[in-house]
């Protein structure tokens, strides 16, 4: 007599029952990307917290569109004429990553600061001043035109400011993060650790390096 293939029961089946449920949930359909612009008070630099891709425009009417699973999870406010954008983080297992796109335009843009995995790039810059500062692995993409740039960068990321052209540039790493930049009449740099720097516009460099990274000045911006 053939004995059919019992049913779980018990603890077994509990188990069973429940890894199921979890793995529906973990497996089930993402939420679909959620748009907004949001009006804000004027702002002339950007602050990120957590992970993001960052998009400015320098030069048009303000404007702040995000794209993100969630935009309930996405907080912005406007502090000192800072636009300061943040994911407050929530422990727990089904936490999960939400993806955020922030598109910027605005008049003017003298300030960026980078905290966490948030990738920028910004085109248009024309200030006096301008600084930038990333910690953790985002990477900044920069183009423009300023008469002094200090630019930092503490962790993996790396800095592409060729294309922001300078006068005088104050630039500091420390970690792995590589780095060019432009300057045209003095470049300040210090590194610290295996992050190497390309110079370009012809610029009196001084430099303290601190571990295995380089500092190369090309002679043309070829």
Known sequence: MTT???????RTGRT?????????LATGPALADQTETRPLPAFHGVHMEGHGDLEIHVGGDQ???LTA????????????GILKIRQPTRRG????????????????LDEIKLS??????AEGIDTDTFTLAVSGSGDAELSGRCTSAKLSMSGSGDIDAKDLLAEDVVLSISGSGDASVHASDTLQVTVSGSGDVDVYGGPMVRQRVSGSGDVTVHDDDA
Do not use: M, Q
């Not at 699973?69 to 000192?80: N, Q």
């Open 4 to 10: 059919p293939y019992p049913h779980a029961t018990g």
């Open 16 to 24: 069973a029952a429940t890894a199921l449920a979890l793995a529906v």
């Open 63 to 65: 404007r702040v569109t």
């Open 69 to 80: 699973d969630d935009l309930g999870k996405v907080e912005t406010e406007v502090e000192d």
């Open 93 to 108: 297992w089904f936490s999960g990553d939400n993806d955020l796109d922030i598109e910027i335009s605005v008049a003017t």
């Open 116 to 121: 966490g995995s948030g990738d920028v790039e």
